[in-house]
C-alpha cells in the first residue's frame, strides 16, 4: 500500500519534471511556437535559422514577402534567425510609421563588408538625423543643377555612341546602361578626382567584385582565406585606398561653395575619414545598379510599348523647340515622360523593402509590436497589389495622369520608402536622371525589341532582368 503510494508520488514528479524539461525545449529551440506575438505569421522553419530556409527556397526577399502576405494579410510576422520581424504591406498600416526614422541595423548587414561599420546605413538617433540633413544639401536645387549639366554632357556622348550603330545591330541595353549609370554617378558625386576615365574603369572593376561577393554571401559565406576572400579584400581595399585619395584631394584644393559637389559637402564637415570612406561607398551601392537598372527597365518598357514612346518623343521635341535644352528647370513639363518613369518604377520594383524599429512598444494594426522589433516595409508588394493597382502586371503610364492618380493614396506609390524624413536620398538625383536620359534617347532614336525574348524580372538587392535584354534603334 505504502509503496504504491510512492510509486504513484514517482510518476506523478517524473511526470511534471518531463513536461517542464519538454516545454522548456521547446521554447528554447522554437522561440516561434511561443508566438510570444499576436500578429499572424510564420513558425521558425529551424530553430537558429529561423525562416531563413524559407527565403532562400522563396528565391528573394520580395518573393518570401509576397507569399507572406498573401497567406497572413497585410500584417504578418516571421523569424530572420531567432530574431521576430513583422511585415506591413498597406498604405493605411504605412501610416503608422510616417515618423519612424532609424533603421535595425542586422537587417542590413549584409552590406557591412562592403560599406564598412561607419556607413549611414547604420546611424540611427540624433547621428543619423544629422548626417542624413548634410547630405540633404548634396541634393537640393542649386546642386542639382549642376548635376544636370553632367546628365546633359552623358546624354550627348551616349547618342553619339548610339547614332554609330547600325539598325541591324543587336544592342544589349542592360550593359549600356550600367555603364553609362556607372559613370554618370561617379562623375557627378566625386567630380573633377574622375575626369580620367581610366579611374572610372579602375573604381568599376573593384566595385564589380566586392558587389558580386555581397550577392553571393546572401547565400555563402566565403571559408576564411579563400581565394574568394582574398579577391574581394584586395578590391575593397583599393576602392577605399581611391576614396581616400579623392578626400585628401578635397581637402588640399577645395572647391568654392558654388561649385561643392557630394564629396565636397562632405570633406567640409566634420565627419571622419572613416566615414567620408565608407559613405562614399554607400552612396555608389544606393544610387548606381539603381539608376542602371530603371534606365534599362524604361526603355524596355518604351520598346514594346510604341504608343507611350510615340507620346514620350512628341512631348521631348515640344519642349525642346521651345526651351532648348532639358534641366531641373523645366524637367517637370514632361508630364507624360514622367508618368512613364513612375509606371517603370512601380513595375521594375527596383528596391523592393527597406525596415524600421522603435525603442518602445507599439500597437500597430491592433496588434501590440514589442521595442526593437524590426519592422519591414514591403514595399514591392504594395506596388503590386491588386487592390491599388487594377492589372498590377500591366505596364500603364496613364495610371499616373492627374485624374487617375487621385484614386490611390499618396503613401500607396513610395519605391523610395516613405518613413520618418528617410526616404532614398537619391529620389530625385534617380527621377530626374532618368527623365533626361530617356528624353534625349527616345527623342533621337526609335527603341525595338529584338524579337523572341522572354523577359522575366530577378529580384535581388536590386530588380534586375534575369538575362540581357536585345534591341535594336533607328534614327528619328
Ligand atoms: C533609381 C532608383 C532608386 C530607388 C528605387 C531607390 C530606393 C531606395 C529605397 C527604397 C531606400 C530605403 C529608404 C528607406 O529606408 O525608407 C533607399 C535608400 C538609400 N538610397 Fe536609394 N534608390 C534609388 C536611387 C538612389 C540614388 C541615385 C542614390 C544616390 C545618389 C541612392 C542612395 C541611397 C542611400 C544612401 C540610401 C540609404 C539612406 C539611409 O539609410 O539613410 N539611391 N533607396
Redesign the pocket.
Known sequence: MYSGHLNMLDFAIFAVTFAVVLIVAVVYLYPGSTRSTTIPGLTPADAKEGNLPDISAAGSFHQFLTTLHQEFGNIASFYYGTQLCVSLASPALWKQHLKVFD?PPDLFLFYQPMVGEGS??Y?NKAD?RSR?NL?SKC?NDDTMKKYCQAFNTASEEIKDKFSSMSKEEHIPICQYMTALALKT?IKT?FGKYFEDDRKVLELKKNFDICWHEIELRLNEEPTEGSARQKRFEKALENIQTLFCDVRRQCIDKPSSEKDRLFIDTLVASDCSEDEIVSDCI??L???FH??A??LSWGLYFLATDKDAQEKVSEEVDELLQQDGKIDNGNVNKLIYLNQVVKET?RCSI??PW???YQDIDVEIGGHIISKNTPVM?A?GVVLQDEAVWPEPKKFDPERFSADNSKDFDDVAFS??????R??????K??TI??VIFLAELCHKFKWHMVEGQVVESKYGLVTHPKEEIWVTISKR
Open positions: 533603421k549611414l546605413l546611424a543619423g542624413r547630405h541634393f554617378i558625386l554607400t552612396y551601392v544606393g544610387g539603381t539608376t537598372y530603371l518604377l527596383l528596391s527597406t525596415a524600421r516595409h514595399l519605391p523610395f520608402g516613405f518613413a520618418g528617410r526616404t532614398c536620398p537619391g529620389s538625383y534617380a536622371e532618368a
